[in-house]
């Protein structure tokens, strides 16, 4: 390490070990005059403690006299961060200035605040006290300061900030703001754990560029309880967010560009947790937001994801009792690659209370929405355009909502508009049920499918009606001629109706015959016998057809 490295700081400027009796009295004389016209120093807004600040670049502003705030600045950051700070970086193996300003903190936390520019790191930065926040300059352009960035190419298994402690159980109070992580080695980019879990911390304004590596994160969080990370950029990297388990927490503002593994990959416990106001292009490399593990009281709303594999995936984790309690709303998928919304779970588990309410899922290859083995479920105001564009011979079921269960219980499909307006149909199904065990499919609005606007399960024993696409009654009047002893009806039902469920009714006398009856019932048509030719008056009949 270079001399300057060798004292771990470049806080403090060297002094003569000889100081004269001229220069004692000059260095009271000027704190004298500072006491006197303490009145025009610059205080922090908002600040009631009177402490004296200075101001780095601009926006940037550290107290003086205080160990509660340190400041570093970059080889290349201006001259006046350098002239107030109290460490300055040379551009190389620069996280030991860093490093060594959060380690003079006390062990009741503080901040180190950057400046502006690069600094380069050769390795990680560790932080284990609590309370701690590492901030650097947000850089937008225009008029604001430039923004503040660590350079490096570390690789895994290291990363380039950690937040852990082994000695301890918790740590808690850790802000990390304002700065771009530029990694080109293939090194995960932010990490919380694993040994402590992290509470009431904070992650905003942070940016992260990454190396095209699959198994990339740009924030591995073994744990993130009752904290916030937002307004974060990630781009070109495998995971933007692989969680470990999260409990009481808020993602937001997250905007994300070629991910190869998805936007969000969890497992462990996942409870009490929102994730909202995603946009993200993944040019069909991952998925979108993926929920394993146990999932309790989670809300997946108000994101954009376009062109993922599949958009919001959920369940699909063995023998840990499904998805209890998952809102997916508002939410626009366009063009996944596989379905727009996916719920699984194994036979042995099942999900439930989940609502999927009101998402826009547009020209989907499979499904734009499929779920298994779900109790509970409400899909209700959802608009799908175009799915099922994947015609491939295993994709056999090409509809707009897929549901796979075989005894889901309150189940309701209701008020959504599924459409195939291709000059081509794709979508085979508007709604493919194949649960048994009832359910209540209503006022849907379906229009295009290539075989049927809804395929039911034999032996559904739900309620269906009032389906645009699907027709579930129909009324009309028929005539049995003279010459004849019937007549075929077409009753335009979606599927055939049982003969119990036909209702027919003279409208005037039968003529010359005495009874009537009905047979043939069939996908398209039924039957109205009478016994003899009713004669040149014919036999009248009004008609009544439900499934």
């Known amino acids: 390490m270079v001399g300057s490295k060798q004292t771990m700081s470049k806080r403090f400027l060297s002094h003569n070990s000889t100081i004269v009796l001229s220069a004692l009295i000059a260095i009271f004389g000027i704190a004298f005059l500072v006491w006197v016209f303490s009145s025009n120093t610059l205080i922090n807004a908002g600040d009631n403690t009177g402490a004296a600040s200075v101001i780095i670049s601009g926006s940037l502003q550290a107290k003086t006299g205080r160990a509660a705030t340190l400041v570093v600045a970059a080889s290349n950051g201006a001259q006046s961060s350098k002239d107030q700070a109290d460490f300055i970086a040379d551009g190389r193996d620069d996280q030991v200035e860093i490093q060594a300003a959060i380690d003079a903190l006390s062990s009741s936390g503080g901040t180190v605040q950057l400046s502006e520019g690069t600094f380069n790191l050769s390795s990680g930065i560790v932080i284990s006290s609590d309370g701690l926040t590492l901030k650097g300059q947000a850089g937008q352009g225009g008029s604001k300061a430039p923004g503040t960035y660590f350079e490096t190419s570390i690789d895994r298994p290291n990363s380039v900030i950690t937040v852990n402690d082994i000695e301890r159980v918790v740590q808690a109070g850790i802000s990390l703001e304002d700065f771009w992580i530029r990694n080109w080695g293939n090194g995960d980019g932010i990490v919380f754990g694993p040994d402590s879990s992290i509470f009431d911390s904070r992650i905003e304004g942070v940016n992260f560029l990454g190396n095209a590596y699959h198994l990339q994160s740009a924030f591995l969080l073994y744990s993130f309880h009752s904290s916030v990370a937002t307004d974060i950029s990630i781009t070109n990297t495998g995971i933007g967010f692989s969680l470990g388990g999260s409990k009481r927490s808020v993602f937001s503002n997250i905007m994300a560009n070629d991910l190869f ?82 719920l699984e779970a194994m036979p042995e588990d099942k999900n439930k209370y989940i609502q999927i309410i009101g998402n826009k899922i547009i020209s989907g290859s499979k499904e734009g929405i499929i779920v298994d083995n779900s109790d509970n479920l409400q899909i209700i105001d959802n608009q799908i355009i175009n799915p099922g564009q994947d015609s491939g011979a295993g994709n056999t079921r090409r509809s707009g909502i897929s549901i796979d269960n075989t005894n889901g219980r309150n189940i309701t499909i209701t008020n959504n508009q599924i459409i195939d307006d291709q000059n081509s149909a794709t979508m085979q199904y508007g709604i493919y049920y194949s649960n048994t065990s009832g359910g209540y499919i209503s006022e849907n609005y379906i229009k295009g499918s290539s075989l049927s606007g809804i395929s ?9 009606r009032n389906n645009y696409g699907f027709a579930t009654e129909n009324l009309g009047t028929a005539t049995v001629n003279s010459d004849s002893t019937y007549v075929d009806v077409a009753h335009g039902l979606a599927m055939t109706p049982s003969l119990s469920s036909i209702q027919v009714t003279p409208i005037s006398n039968l003529g010359n015959a005495s009874k009537f009856w009905i047979s043939n019932v069939g996908a398209s048509t039924f039957r109205i016998n009478v016994n003899v030719d009713p004669g040149s008056s014919g036999a009248n009949f009004s008609w009544l057809a439900k499934i």
Do not use: C, M
């Open 456 to 464: 039911l399960a034999d032996g559904f024993t739900g309620v269906i």
């Open 261 to 342: 593994d998805g936007i969000f990959d969890t497992q462990g416990t996942l409870e009490e947790l929102v994730i909202t106001g995603v946009v993200a292009d993944l040019n069909h490399h991952g998925q979108g937001i993926r929920i394993r593990g146990i999932t309790r009281n989670v809300l997946v709303k108000d994101n954009a994801i376009y062109r993922p594999n599949s958009g919001i995936i959920a369940g699909q984790v063995r023998n840990e009792g499904g998805v209890d309690n998952l809102t997916i709303t508002n939410n626009l998928i366009a063009f996944p690659k596989d379905a727009g919304i996916r």
